[in-house]
């Protein structure tokens, strides 16, 4: 398994769009369920943090992720454009493979 993990702080008066967009059904999620090797999203809210959410999207191995971005180049970057207003920040934490497997 591979994980890409973001971070966000969201504008108080979008959260309810943002939690919608990012969360395990929303767009970004269906965009990548186009691919058979996307195997979730999950959206965490921070518990001390009002506004500060993390995105776990789980991909089969980092390949079929790479292969995924590469095809959906435009659909990616047109989400992306289309929810950035909804963010005040966001930042990628990094992108993990199971420790001990290769792949």
């Not at 970004?28 to 965490?44: C, H, N, P, Q, V």
């Not at 993390?54 to 590469?70: K, P, Y």
């Amino acid at each position: 398994m591979y994980v890409v993990i973001w971070r966000y702080s969201v504008d108080p008066a979008q959260e309810a769009r943002f939690v919608k967009a990012c969360g395990p059904k929303g767009d970004w999620a269906k965009l990548f369920s186009s691919s058979k090797d996307y195997l979730g999203t999950e959206l965490l809210a921070d518990d001390e943090r009002p506004g500060e959410y993390v995105t776990i999207d789980r991909w089969e191995s980092e390949e079929s992720f790479g292969h995924f971005v590469a095809e959906n180049e435009a659909d990616y970057d047109r989400l992306d454009r289309r929810f950035e207003s909804l963010t005040l920040s966001e930042s990628r934490v990094g992108a993990y493979g199971v420790a001990g497997e290769k792949g």
